[in-house]
């Protein structure tokens, strides 16, 4: 339950980015988020770990920050496997929305997925 609920607020939060990013971030509807969302967790499950190791030095160095690079080139891979429907331009736009993601994800797991559990 806890994985779909993921996947839905990732699917919101890319149709806002999207919305927000009108020119380098395109989304062809709500179907192809929820798409985008599922690749993108099934590639956290599956290729994240394996970047996070071979890059375990770089990330110690930068204090975990290169932690959004890796998250950027999962969203790069995404797009890749998406084709058409979801389209980011650059990988600096990747960084920024892994950025926001990742903040927007910190703050509704803090503030309201928590205290709900503990209800």
């Known amino acids: 339950?806890?994985?779909?609920?993921?996947?839905?607020?990732?699917?919101v939060l890319f149709v806002?980015?999207?919305?927000?990013?009108?020119d380098?971030?395109?989304l062809s509807g709500f179907g192809a988020a929820i798409g985008a969302s599922f690749m993108l967790s099934i590639l956290?499950?599956?290729?994240k770990p394996i970047l996070i190791?071979?890059?375990l030095p770089?990330?110690?160095?930068?204090?975990?920050?290169?932690?959004?690079?890796?998250?950027?080139?999962?969203?790069?891979?995404?797009?890749g496997f998406m084709g058409d429907s979801f389209e980011i331009d650059g990988f600096g736009t990747a960084i920024l929305?892994?950025?926001?993601?990742?903040?927007?994800?910190?703050?509704?797991?803090?503030?309201?997925?928590e205290p709900a559990r503990e209800k």
Do not use: C, E, P
């Open 44 to 47: 956290n499950i599956l290729v």
């Open 16 to 22: 806002a980015i999207a919305g927000f990013f009108k």
């Open 97 to 113: 929305v892994s950025v926001i993601m990742s903040i927007v994800n910190l703050i509704i797991q803090k503030a309201i997925l």
């Open 58 to 79: 770089v990330t110690v160095l930068t204090l975990g920050l290169f932690l959004f690079v890796i998250n950027a080139v999962t969203l790069m891979i995404t797009d």
């Open 53 to 55: 190791i071979l890059t």
């Open 1 to 11: 339950m806890r994985w779909i609920l993921g996947i839905l607020i990732n699917a």
């Open 24 to 26: 380098s971030f395109y």
